[in-house]
């Protein structure tokens, strides 16, 4: 069982930066690429981007490409999300995922879930 803590959010003005982390425990962290998801008010839970268990490839929502990247340290078993040139529709609770597939895109793709955290940025 594999447990993951976001933290990190906030709230920012358009334009600005954010870097949120994700830390796992519970589990064999290099076992899993680890995914981030958002989900803005009343809407489905979405894709934000993907890292492989190596960390040597990523792969990412069109959206976010180019102001967004995913990192992740294996030795402190934790992922992050560097938000750069924030936008106000990025605005959402993101949560960060573990899957035993590589690039995977899909909600149901993922075996375990962090509690998410909220990102607000403001016009």
């Known amino acids: 069982q594999v447990q993951l803590v976001e933290s990190g959010g906030g709230l920012v003005q358009a334009g600005g930066s954010l870097r949120l982390s994700c830390a796992a425990s519970?589990?064999?962290?290099?076992?899993?690429?680890m995914g981030w998801f958002r989900q803005a008010p009343g809407k489905e839970r979405k894709f934000v981007g993907t890292?492989?268990?190596?960390?040597?490839?990523?792969y990412y929502t069109n959206s976010v490409k180019g102001r967004f990247t995913i990192s992740r340290d294996n030795a402190k078993n934790t992922v992050y999300l560097q938000m750069n040139s924030l936008k106000p529709e990025d605005t959402a609770v993101y949560y960060c995922?573990?899957?035993?597939?590589?690039?995977?895109?899909?909600?149901?793709?993922?075996?375990?879930w962090g509690q998410g955290t909220q990102v607000t940025v403001s016009s």
């Open positions: 995922a573990a899957s035993r597939l590589t690039s995977a895109i899909y909600t149901s793709s993922y075996d375990y």
């Open positions: 890292i492989s268990t190596s960390g040597g490839s990523t």
């Open positions: 519970g589990g064999t962290f290099t076992s899993y690429a």
